[in-house]
Structure formats: structure tokens, C-alpha cells
């Protein structure tokens, strides 16, 4: 159930930049992309794990932001809609990429655990690893995705409720659900039980 809390000030007053730049004020656009560019970076390159794709995704979701208009603004989360955009569209192209990459999962089976530590392969597992925790993630329903990475970005529980438009009482509930959903997808996609 969603929370029902008034809006906070600087919702509103995201909202009201969000009007005027719909009214045509570059400016006012310029500024929500400044007060929330880095933490919709900081959610994209969570995801995506490199700094390029993190770039291009932040780039689409304000790109997407300026060119729909959200129906509901006078009581719109904007920063929540970010965050959520952020998210999801990290999450497709993590996705996308899995598709292309598996053929590099074979290729480092058949060289071995024998790498050393400097050996640049060693370096390519790591990225392996790393990238068959996204799919894993990348696999759990929408919410659970959300408050895992808004929580490994660095958001309260506050921020994350507020993001996700929920009570704060059900946040640390849904991160544990996450968590192990997350633990059992990543087993049952390697092959552990």
C-alpha cells in the first residue's frame, strides 16, 4: 500500500521546475538535472557497473523526462520517477548486454581458475562474476530490484519509501525479501543449490 503523505517542499518544488520547464524554461530544466544528476548516475552505474553506460543512461532518463509529460504534477515525485526510470532502463540494458556476453562465460570456463591475480583474465572472471549478479538481479520483480539498489547506492530507508512511494515500516521487510530472492536466483541461474 502506498503511503499517503503530503508532498515534501523539495517534491514540490521539483514539480514546479518540472511545470515551468514543460512551459518551455530550459532553465528550470537544467536545474532538476543538476539537483539529481548524480544520484541518478550513482543508481545507473550501481546497476550497470561501468561509468559509459551509466552516462548513457542517465542521459536517456532526463532525455525521457523532458520529452513525456508526467500526467500528474502537482503531486509528482519527480525524484522518485527518476530513480524508478533510472532503474528499470539500467536494468534493460543489463539485460540487453547479458544476451551479448554469454559467449564470454564459455570462453572463461575453458581457461580455468589457474589465472593468476594480475593476469588481465583474472580481471575478466571478476567482471563475469560481477555481471552474473546483475542478471540475477536483474531477474527479481521490479520492486525488489528498486530497494536493492537504491539501498546499495546509499539511500535511507526514508529515501527509498519516499522513492518508491511505500511506508518506511515495509522497506527493511522488502529489502530482506530482495535479498534472499536475490541469493536464490543468483544460485539457481550458476547451478547451486
Not at 84 to 92: C, K, P
Not at 95 to 102: I, L, P, V
Not at 121 to 145: G, K, S, T
Amino acid at each position: 500500500m502506498a503511503a499517503t503523505t503530503a508532498p515534501t517542499s523539495v517534491e514540490r518544488c521539483d514539480a514546479a521546475l518540472l511545470r515551468a520547464a514543460y512551459s518551455g524554461d530550459e532553465s528550470a530544466f537544467e536545474e532538476l538535472f543538476v539537483r539529481h544528476r548524480s544520484r541518478v548516475y550513482g543508481v545507473a552505474r550501481r546497476v550497470v557497473g561501468n561509468h559509459e553506460e551509466a552516462e548513457e543512461v542517465t542521459l536517456d532518463v532526463f532525455l525521457r523526462l523532458h520529452q513525456q509529460r508526467l500526467s500528474r504534477l502537482d503531486d509528482a515525485n519527480v525524484a522518485g520517477w527518476l530513480y524508478r526510470s533510472a532503474t528499470n532502463t539500467a536494468f534493460n540494458v543489463v539485460r540487453s548486454r547479458q544476451r551479448r556476453r554469454s559467449w564470454l562465460s564459455r570462453l572463461i570456463a575453458e581457461r580455468g581458475p589457474e589465472q593468476s591475480a594480475t593476469d588481465p583474465a583474472h580481471e575478466v572472471v571478476r567482471d563475469e562474476q560481477a555481471a552474473m549478479v546483475r542478471h540475477a538481479l536483474a531477474r527479481l520483480p521490479e520492486r525488489q530490484r528498486n530497494v536493492l539498489t537504491l539501498r546499495a547506492e546509499g539511500f535511507s530507508y526514508r529515501e527509498i519509501a519516499e522513492t518508491l512511494d511505500v511506508k518506511v515500516t515495509s522497506v527493511g521487510t522488502t529489502l530482506a525479501r530482495a535479498e534472499q530472492s536475490l541469493r536464490t536466483a543468483f544460485e539457481a541461474q550458476n547451478g547451486r543449490s
